[in-house]
């Protein structure tokens, strides 16, 4: 199987934060006191990562991944995972985190590149055909 | 299973990744108000092996010997390993270099130890840094 590398998948979150970040700079702009007008544009953000990684991310690919031509599956079943999956596999991502960020640099070494968020859940983050 | 790039080459082109984000680093986190806070010591008050990382990287990318190694001198080593590892991502790139032969088991063990050893060393150096020993 045709791993993605962790650079690839370090571009591809970039990508996902782009949409996000360029919101929260307006509403930020727009609203330096953080008052109704920065929260509109936060909320709207949060509901574009919530589509983004969990509804696209279930589907098979976010923004980010299909731009850098990626898939997220299922280890054994080769197909996406679901939005509900793809919502617990963010949540497994605490674990990553938790350890001060080394589970994110699993990818680099590896076998099937996988997080440990990847490992809880059985997924793979492949270079799409 | 061949890799197309050794553990320790792609642990070099992390660090041209780090060396990267180190440069701008300083801009992004004034510009943002974003940091990358270490989770044991957000909860604990404790240091983990990797705390100082991000300053020592930071430190480095901007000529700062010395201030990187007080910091955390695991950016020191992995300065290293990039410049050791770059030339040969390089040919394998260019198809100079044929794909790296896998470690043996032994190897891959002793290389693990040595990850352990070296992570412990740095918590060593973190919790006598911030006072804890």
Redesign the interface.
Known sequence: MNYA???QR?GATIVDAIPFAILAGIGGAADSDMGAVFWIFYLIGVVYLIFNRWYLGGQGATIGKKALGLRLIGEQSGQPIGTAMAFVRDICHFVD??????GY?FP??D?KRQTIADKIVKTVVIKAA | MRRQYSIPERLGGFGIAVAGAAAVWPAFTAGTGLGLPCPLRWMTGIPCPFCGLTTAAVDLAHGRLLASLADNPAALALAILTVVTVPLIVLRQLGLAATPVPWSARTRRRTQVAAIAAAAASWLFQLHRFGFV
């Open positions: 590398s962790w650079i370090v985190s938790i350890i001060c960020y080394i640099l680099l070494w076998a």
